[in-house]
């Protein structure tokens, strides 16, 4: 199981919110130098989110994110305003590994389509609930879709890999929703990714029992809860 630690970038400062509200603000400095950090306590992969571009509907904060890209040995997978298949081409231009799309899939069924005939596995999708419905527009709006049976929609589209992401636990550092993670893993043959509530390395090992191909971690790394190279070492079953 791989661990992604993520950055999320509002007014170019690495920051951490609680249920995506952006009133909920934590500021932790400078979204390079933190990377600089993971890439040296042994990450491969980064999350990486763009909440202006999130609510601005286009990413916004491109040159930290290209300079992410350009200066660090580390892979780089990001959301945050992709709603065209021409911008996740040009965030994948200066870079980044793979994009996630999330509004914009529940926008425009056609439009979510294209992206995974023209994108390939490099287009994942963010399959972001709230009370198990799909939220949007940043978390800001809710729609009336049930998370698990638009997963699998997704995934007879041509979905790949889906970041799964129950904003009720997001920044609360109170624990995953274990059953609708597994639930998801369990409704799709494709990779699912855990997002949202890690806050403690048992939540990491019982995260892995449900099946996720990997957990994004935030918040608890940034207030020492643990450290990253312990939460890679554990999912890679090198300690208990």
């Given amino acids: 199981m791989l661990i992604f630690p993520a950055i999320d970038i509002l007014d170019g400062h690495a920051v951490r919110l609680i ?10 400095g400078s979204p390079l130098e933190i990377a600089k950090k993971f890439a ?14 999130a609510k601005q509907g286009v990413p916004v904060n491109t040159n930290v994110i290209a300079e992410i890209c350009s200066s660090l040995p580390i892979k780089v997978q990001m959301g945050g305003g992709i709603r065209t298949v021409q911008c996740a081409r040009m965030m994948t231009e200066m ?33 972001d609930t709230r009370g198990g ?12 879709l049930n998370g698990t049976e638009f997963a699998k929609h997704m995934e007879q589209m041509g979905c790949k890999r889906v ?6 636990t997001d920044g609360t550092l109170s624990g995953p929703n274990f059953s609708a ?38 918040k608890a790394i940034y207030q020492n809860r643990f450290t990253l190279a312990e939460a890679i070492a554990l999912a890679a079953g090198e300690q208990s």
């Fill in 40 to 53: 040296d306590e042994g990450a491969a992969w980064l999350h990486i989110v763009d909440l202006d571009g």
């Fill in 163 to 168: 970041v799964f992401t129950d904003v009720a």
């Fill in 133 to 144: 419905k799909v939220a949007t527009h940043g978390w800001t709006e809710d729609s009336t």
């Fill in 181 to 218: 993670t597994r639930e998801m893993v369990q409704a799709l043959s494709i990779p699912v990714i855990a997002s949202g509530g890690v806050g403690s390395l048992e939540d990491i090992d019982a995260l892995r029992e449900t099946g996720v191909e990997g957990v994004i971690v935030g």
């Fill in 95 to 127: 870079g980044v590994k793979r994009v996630v799309i999330g509004t914009r899939l529940v926008q425009d069924e056609g439009c979510a389509a294209g992206f995974f005939q023209q994108m390939g596995s490099k287009a994942i999708a963010g399959v």
């Fill in 19 to 28: 249920r995506g509200d952006y009133a909920q603000r934590t500021d932790y």
